[in-house]
């Protein structure tokens, strides 16, 4: 079952549907190619405003290295069910440890 589906109890018409409703009948090639062409638009915009936003991003990010002997704290959060001292929710602890960098594994994991 599609969400349109699910959300309205019936089944969602696509734009080759609309001719056949309306009182103005639309030429096939002519309507499928607007339809195209205002995909392809929409596509267009999207690609953008995630770029936007990759881009704000990307100006608060760090790259950080550790080296092997260093110690790090480890970020649990208790939404992810990680339960530390038997506290839930805001009160438990942001970051355990510190914990030690024995070896590193692949290029960001340690």
């Known amino acids: 079952m ?20 309306g009182q103005k009948l639309l030429p096939m090639p002519d309507l499928l190619k607007g339809t ?11 690609k953008a405003a995630s ?10 990010r760090k790259e950080v290295e550790f080296s092997v ?3 790090v704290f480890l970020k649990v959060s208790p939404w992810k069910k990680v339960m530390i001292f038997g506290r839930k929710g805001k009160l438990s602890p942001r970051y355990i440890g510190p914990y030690e960098i024995v070896k590193r594994v692949g290029p960001v994991a340690y």
């Open 69 to 71: 002997g260093e110690k």
């Open 2 to 21: 599609a969400p349109y589906e699910a959300l309205y109890g019936r089944k969602c018409r696509t734009p080759v549907c609309w001719a056949e409703v």
């Open 51 to 60: 770029d936007r936003h990759k881009s704000y991003a990307d100006l608060k």
């Open 36 to 46: 195209t062409d205002k995909v392809k638009l929409i596509c267009d915009r999207l």
